[in-house]
């Protein structure tokens, strides 16, 4: 099995994990070659996460609020700071 190149990027891992579902949807591979390439899918889904953890983190580092100031926030939605002050406008 090998493994997935650190340096491999996210549209690059995700067209390869996009080429080795549609030939196992396909039927166009035997039995074995489906468990290999099945494990390397699992790696580069597992890569894909780790980019977008890592974007995560890096955006959730710049983000700024109304004054100019670092401020962490949330992916979830707005939180109930952000809704009270919006109906205090």
Same mark, same amino acid.
């Given at each position: 099995?090998?493994?997935?190149?650190?340096?491999? !990027? /996210? =549209? &690059? *891992?995700?067209?390869?994990?996009?080429?080795?579902?549609?030939?196992?949807?396909?039927? +166009?591979?035997? #039995?074995?070659?489906?468990?290999? !390439? /099945? =494990? &390397? *899918?699992?790696?580069?889904?597992?890569?894909?996460?780790?980019?977008?953890?890592?974007? +995560?983190?890096? #955006?959730?580092?710049?983000?700024?609020?109304? =004054?100019?100031?670092?401020?962490?926030?949330?992916?979830?939605?707005?939180?109930?700071?952000?809704?009270?002050?919006?109906?205090?406008?």
């Amino acid at each position: 099995m090998a493994k997935v190149p650190r340096k491999l !990027k /996210y =549209e &690059e *891992a995700l067209e390869r994990l996009d080429a080795i579902v549609a030939a196992m949807e396909a039927g +166009e591979i035997g #039995i074995e070659e489906s468990i290999t !390439k /099945y =494990e &390397e *899918a699992m790696q580069l889904a597992a890569h894909c996460r780790q980019i977008l953890d890592q974007a +995560e983190q890096r #955006i959730r580092k710049i983000q700024l609020d109304a =004054e100019g100031q670092p401020k962490l926030t949330s992916f979830d939605g707005p939180t109930e700071e952000a809704s009270d002050s919006a109906d205090e406008d």
